[in-house]
């Protein structure tokens, strides 16, 4: 039996909600992925709490993506169960995006302190691991920084020549200009201040986004729960 009357402009409204959560779990999926490339090149000392966070982001936006869908298809057929289902999917991914802002927040000061302990490490290994010397250059290039600290972190560096950094920190990068080089043709500035910072802007926005997405949620709950009902009280009269 169709919902009628007030009802209709509910359906109409979760179905705007539905459109919603799945932007919503886009651009979770997006951050999540971002911050993981970022922490896959730097963290590499196993699963960490700061580390897993990415990961978290990413499966509450894929399991988002599924329950709106399961929630557009009960809404659309007027499903008692359906309905249930995604109130009940829509509640506990309420709860862990509340977990993960609140992780986020706590766990800011932890993933830099994890940055900068394997970062340095990494430079150790520079020109002695392929994979490691494109991922550092890529990082400096990328946020235009040089070494951990500052550029003068290079100096401690085996793999180096003494007053050599590698070409990647050269302002503009060409074969060989890091040695020798002059101060004011590379970036000074450290990789983990400037990275770091980054990823604790990032942490934030998603912390405040994932509150944000709680809220809407709750709406979403809410209608579902009285589309619900009124699709229960349908059966009854039937």
């Not at 599924?66 to 109130?87: D, H, P, Q, R, S």
Request: proline letters at 1%; a neutral charge; hydrophobic letters at 50%.
């Amino acid at each position: 039996m169709a919902v009628e009357g007030g009802m209709k402009c509910v359906k109409f409204l979760l179905y705007v909600l539905l459109l919603a959560f799945c932007a919503c779990a886009v651009g979770l999926i997006a951050v999540g992925v971002g911050a993981q490339l970022v922490l896959s090149q730097t963290i590499t000392q196993g699963a960490t709490p700061g580390s897993l966070l990415p990961v978290v982001i990413i499966a509450v936006g894929a399991f988002l993506f599924l329950v709106a869908f399961v929630g557009c298809c009960g809404a659309c057929k007027e499903n008692y169960c359906l309905m249930i289902t995604f109130a009940i999917f829509l509640s506990l991914i309420m709860l862990v995006e509340v977990a993960a802002a609140i992780a986020g927040y706590v766990f800011r000061d932890k993933v830099m302190l994890e940055f900068n302990k394997d970062f340095r490490q990494q430079m150790q290994n520079y020109r002695k691991d392929n994979r490691t010397t494109l991922a550092l250059d890529k990082m400096q290039e990328d946020f235009k920084c040089c070494g951990a600290a500052n550029y003068t972190d290079w100096e401690g560096i085996s793999s180096m020549l003494k007053g050599q950094v590698p070409d990647s920190c050269c302002i503009n990068v060409t074969k060989d200009c890091g040695v020798s080089f002059h101060v004011k043709n590379i970036y000074t500035e450290g990789c983990v201040e400037k990275i770091g910072g980054w990823l604790r802007r990032n942490v934030l926005v998603v912390a405040a986004a994932a509150l944000g997405i709680a809220f809407v949620e709750v709406l979403g709950i809410v209608f579902a729960c009285c589309l619900v009902k009124s699709i229960r009280s349908g059966y009854e009269v039937m």
